[in-house]
RNA sequence: UCCUCUUUAGCUCAGUUGGUUAGAGCACCUGACUGUUAAUCAGGGGGUCCUUGGUUCAAGUCCAAGAAGGGGAGCCA
């Protein structure tokens, strides 16, 4: 019995990216296609390492044949032989097979994913095997390096990451739904004498959810190492049934000690140009593939309909200053454009103090300035308890970065760091200190101005990626009525 | 949750005014072919027309309810 497992193996992306062929080498990789004749048939090959697929070339006799019978596209395969410049056009090097072995068939009548395009929503219906396409492949490759770009640039920059917990008993910060966590036998509640559920009973004490944020806590570690992110799952139990909202979803989350709103505007728009400049510099053949993919998806559509090509889209993104306007700017903008005065908008602007809708946000980022916009200072009413008041009593120092065809990509503020304004905040809007006593501490001893934002992860992609649903971009997506796999 | 569209072969879709045995391309199987690029050419197999109920001599087609999915809105990241 030959043993596969030691023969000396280099990846595709390798194996294409070497100086000079004509070596020995052993690929193990799945089978995209099979295209056979006679005396010679070729197998597209792809471990995933890159979009590119090795093309093996087999000569074919009797004994080699009944293995190629054998393959189908989804097989996976050991490929052994020698790499040699392309007698064939479309590829540099292609590998001249002396010997395959196969780790595992695929039957072809069962095996869902052909040589062909598939819908977007037939791939999510089997998103077990949906790595396996060119574009998900391509997707995950980005997500990646998207995930190693955004911890890269806050290590770089002096920022610490820390863990928030996923359970909470905190049902503060009111950004949604959340989902409950319990042990409790749902078919027998522990009861009250007045009749309400005993969660003294349950696992933690107390009642208990996953959580909708890490920033309360990160701003606790934020108040001792300065600057600090998170980076993890985050959990909306909201029926919302949108190509942008999805029930699990992983948020980036900076906190910074000693910074003002601006310092959060700078860092969130650094962080936002090195993530695209980092999938500009490492994902150019996946950016490639995304983009002509764009191009021939949109062809039947009218030139005006189309998008920008996805690649300068992204240098558009890194090479121009992401506008900065108040709310206050932004509603004059609105309130004399076209739309507004021809009554196109379904919601009109008529006075300060709306909120924005997000045919106002898509006017102002694609229409009015066409590049990203950060909107700064809205109305207190429309925002969170957390963020830190104006002077004019009446706008809090919040900041949202709108980007095109996303629309909100980061949601941020100033934090409010005086004790006795926060906790007339909190009275406002009905939030109940007494469990709040270990958030309202970091403004009770040795409190300091601070500042930070939410970067969606999913939407981030969604922008670099150039795709248009968020559970494109993860692998297993959780939505409403949607918890496969 | 609201508005709207869709659901026919494994996939992508066509199916006329309600009328005989429901079609195409791809995939699959068989055969041909000395280098293909989603190979090509010839032949073949493959259907709970989303579900339930209704109208009708007759329903893939019309009506009602439901389910699933897409797009948009709200909420947000």
Redesign the pocket.
Known sequence: MINYMSSKKLNIKALLNLPQANIEVAVDAWVR?K??????A?L?LNDGSTIHNL?A?VDVDDQIESILDRI??GASVHVEGILIP??????SY?L?TTTIHIWGEAN??EY?L??????L??L?EIAHLRFRSNLFGAVTRIRHAMIFAIHNYFNQNGFYNVHTPIITASDAEG??EMFQVTTLDLNNLPKTEDGSIDYSKDFFGKSANLTV?GQLEAELAAMALSKVYTFGPTF?A??????????E?W?IEPEVAFADINDDMDLAEGLLKYCVQYALDHCNDDLQFLSERIIAEEKSLPEKDRSMELIEKLKMVVDNDFVRITYTEAIDILKNSNPNKKKKFN?IIEAWGA?L???HE?YLVEKHFQKPVILTDYPKE?KAFYMKLNEDNQTVRAMDILFPGI?????GSQREEDYEKLVGRMREMHIPEKEMSWYLDTRKFGSAPHAGF???F??LLLFVTGM????DVIAFPRTP??CEF
């Open positions: 296609t295209r056979q004749s006679k005396n010679v070729f597209a093309q070339v189908h596209t392309s007698e064939g056009k479309g590829q292609e001249k072809p009548d869902p052909q040589p062909k395009k598939h819908s929503e037939f999510r950004a949604g944020s909306r909201e029926n919302s049934n949108t190509s942008r909202h999805l029930a979803f948020m919601y909120d809708q997000s045919e898509r429309i629309g909100e990509i980061v949601g939410g970067l969606g999913e939407r248009g649903n968020v559970r009525k949607n």
